[in-house]
């Protein structure tokens, strides 16, 4: 899953692709680098971001949604609204990635099941705003795991059809960098769940935490840390997850072939 987000202010490549048009020729770049679907967004959830307004969300995201599925892309569209979904699906998007899994709108769940298509469910507990705040556990495994089974129920039960329902752990939202090392070492665990598992690691804190070195006044920038997402992705395939959201896609769609090509052999 390749990421192209339509945002003046995301963590790693705010305002790149901010303009249409630069925006579909990204899209079909990584497309022609390897990527399967594209995951298009028009709202930042770094941590401590502001919400952009449904309006303003809904000019970034359909043009360049609809774009890319006129050249044929497979395409996601990564929003929280349900109106920004509905539109999106209408416009040619085959799947919704809701970082909230379906708690920031409660007309997202119904929305979703209205248009039967896949439904990425995050775990989530609260906007960018405040999440680093609510990074407290106990376990974070199993309390990962026991949240996620809990929306899955929600969603389930708000109409979505459970072979729709596709799970993320939420690398990075209301986690630290510990959270995030442990739940990639218990990926296989997630399976308990029974449905196919999304990894977004993608340029995100916990790898420029682990990429410092010793005396290092910063992490590296989120741009330098490709190497490290791709290192993430070969473990993510490991691990038997059904795909990896990346801002860069080449490094990381080898990084998968070569653990495909472990796997088969052994």
């Given at each position: ?21 630069v ?28 919400r952009?307004?449904e ?10 949604v609809?774009?890319?599925a006129?050249?044929g ?16 699906v ?8 809701d ?10 769940i ?33 309390e990962?795991?026991?949240?996620l ?8 039960a708000?109409?979505?059809?459970p072979e ?5 752990p939420?690398?990075g ?7 995030d ?7 296989t ?14 340029r ?14 910063a ?16 473990l ?7 795909a ?7 490094a990381t ?13 052994a």
């Amino acid at each position: 899953m390749g990421v192209v987000n339509v945002t003046p202010d995301s963590f790693s490549d705010g305002g790149r692709w901010f303009d249409t048009t630069v925006a579909v020729k990204h899209g079909l770049h990584l497309v022609s680098e390897g990527a399967d679907l594209v995951d298009v967004g028009g709202e930042s959830t770094r941590p401590g971001a502001s919400r952009v307004d449904e309006a303003e969300e809904l000019r970034r995201v359909i043009p360049v949604v609809k774009g890319l599925a006129s050249e044929g892309v497979t395409v996601s569209v990564d929003t929280m609204r349900a109106r920004v979904a509905e539109q999106a699906v209408a416009a040619g998007a085959v799947l919704v990635n809701d970082v909230s899994g379906g708690l920031a709108d409660p007309d997202m769940i119904p929305a979703v099941a209205a248009a039967e298509v896949p439904f990425v469910v995050m775990h989530w507990r609260g906007f960018s705003e405040s999440m680093n705040s609510r990074a407290v556990y106990g376990d974070v495994v199993a309390e990962v795991i026991d949240e996620l089974r809990q929306r899955m129920e929600a969603v389930i039960a708000g109409g979505v059809a459970p072979e729709r329902v596709v799970i993320d752990p939420g690398l990075g939202f209301a986690k630290d960098a510990a959270h995030d090392l442990k739940l990639v070492a218990h990926l296989t665990e997630l399976h308990a769940l029974g449905r196919p598992l999304l990894v977004a690691a993608s340029r995100k804190r916990f790898l420029g935490h682990v990429l410092t070195g010793p005396g290092a006044a910063a992490p590296p920038p989120a741009r330098e840390r490709d190497a490290a997402t791709a290192a993430v992705s070969a473990l993510a395939a490991q691990a038997g997850a059904w795909a990896v959201r990346v801002h860069e896609v080449r490094a990381t769609a080898d990084a998968v072939r070569v653990a495909r090509a472990v796997e088969g052999a052994a």
